[in-house]
């Protein structure tokens, strides 16, 4: 009994270890409404460098984390740099509320299931804010990166063919 418990803990760890995405895979991709109700697909910025960030009007941390996204994305727009941003908020009023309030101007795109979200389930979100850095070729290269490691990434990023 005792072999059977611990090869059934050990297949559900090595599915659970897994259920991830690692740095070199290519990220699944995303369709959804933006404000005016448009889908857009993350695919449709490849060969950019991409982040892709989760977060919510509700989210106090996310809030805290967006202007030094839009400063990010103001410094490196230009060279082909952009971000995804990827709402989870159940009622649409509210989050473009945010996104103005913020000052907000690259991509928003809503998934507006909350944390029964087919996005956050596809891209083993737990928690918000979380954000992914992608290359150009639309690889995972890091996940919740921020300050200065994802200034310097990103440069670097921008910089490689």
């Known amino acids: 009994m005792k072999n059977i418990t611990i090869s059934v803990l050990f297949c559900l760890f090595s599915f659970l270890a897994t259920a991830q995405l690692l740095p070199g895979m290519v990220v699944p991709d995303i369709s959804l409404p933006d404000t005016n109700d448009s889908v857009v697909t993350l695919s449709s910025f ?6 892709i960030d989760f977060w919510a009007s509700w989210c106090g941390p996310c809030r805290a984390a967006n202007p030094g996204v839009v400063k990010l994305y103001k410094k490196y727009k230009d060279q082909g740099f952009e971000v995804f941003g990827v709402s989870v908020d159940k009622k649409k009023a509210e989050w473009v509320k945010a996104i103005k309030k913020d000052k907000i101007t690259y991509q928003q795109v809503n998934d ?13 979100v737990n928690e918000i804010p979380t954000s992914f850095l ?3 070729a639309g690889r ?22």
């Open 134 to 136: 992608i290359d150009k």
């Open 112 to 124: 507006n299931g909350g944390w029964e979200s087919k996005t956050l389930a596809n891209y083993f």
């Open 46 to 51: 490849r060969g950019k460098v991409v982040l």
């Open 140 to 161: 995972l290269v890091a996940v919740d990166l921020t300050g200065k490691g994802l200034k310097k990434l990103v440069a670097q990023l921008l910089e490689s063919n």
